[in-house]
Antibody, heavy 122, light 108 residues
Framework: QVTLRESGPALVKPTQTLTLTCSFS??????????VNWFRQPPGKALEWLAH???????YYSRSLKTRLTISKDTSKNQVVLTMTNMDPVDTATYFC??????????????WGQGTLVTVSS | EIVLTQSPGTLSLYPGERATLSCRAS???????LAWYQHKPGQAPRLLVY???NRAAGIPDRFSGSGSGTDFTLTISRLEPEDSAVYYC?????????FGLGTKVEIK
């Protein structure tokens, strides 16, 4: 059974760095075709892709947020960590981690965590 | 990036009725790369359909997907009370993956 769970602070101050951890079970990021992606959804707005890390440790970032994001994995702990620097109130959102896996030639997002609401406020 | 427009915004129907949810893309999307998700409050979103018409494991056959090019549809053939949720389409043909704003299905 695949599960993912996001953890991190519910409240951060402007200019601070946000660190979110995705703890997962039921798969390994050492396995071919397995990836973890982060998304966020501001209140009332669309889901936005943030970052990707895969079994080969390849990393990709949202073009608009690239300079602020870092994604990393600890395969021994089955965790993926996302950091976002210089937080701003517009970054207030529910942050989701997800599993993406290779299905033939395509990458299907098949499992989500419940999400964690992060509010940026002084 | 590809913009997905979902309609209607809200659908209010009785149990047993048929729900038809639309997802229109701003440019053509490979039919291999269109998925639908169900999201209930307080729960993790759940994959329903991938590759336009492939049901994910454990998804009841009352959920079906169809479409091609820029127009895709999720049909719930006989609504049940537990189908009350927000439904999102997502394309993974072109980076970045993008989602529609969702259709809220309410069961009367």
């Amino acid at each position: 059974q695949v599960t993912l769970r996001e953890s991190g602070p519910a409240l951060v101050k402007p200019t601070q760095t946000l660190t979110l951890t995705c703890s997962f079970s039921g798969f390994s990021l050492n396995t071919y075709g397995m990836c973890v992606n982060w998304f966020r959804q501001p209140p009332g707005k669309a889901l936005e892709w943030l970052a990707h890390i895969d079994w080969e440790d390849d990393k990709y970032y949202s073009r608009s947020l690239k300079t602020r994001l870092t994604i990393s994995k600890d395969t021994s702990k089955n965790q993926v960590v996302l950091t976002m620097t210089n937080m701003d109130p517009v970054d207030t959102a529910t942050y989701f981690c997800t599993r993406v896996r290779s299905v033939e030639t395509d990458m299907v997002l098949d499992y989500w965590g419940q999400g964690t609401l992060v509010t940026v406020s002084s | 990036e590809i913009v997905l427009t979902q309609s209607p915004g809200t659908l209010s129907l009785y149990p047993g009725e048929r729900a038809t949810l639309s997802c229109r893309a701003s440019q053509s999307v490979s039919s291999r790369c269109l998925a639908w998700y169900q999201h209930k409050p307080g729960q993790a979103p759940r994959l329903l359909v991938y590759g336009t018409s492939n049901r994910a494991a454990g998804i009841p056959d009352r959920f079906s997907g169809s479409g091609s090019g820029t127009d895709f549809t999720l049909t719930i053939s006989r609504l049940e009370p537990e189908d009350s949720a927000v439904y999102y389409c997502q394309q993974y043909d072109k980076s970045p993956r993008t989602f529609g704003l969702g259709t809220k299905v309410e069961i009367k």
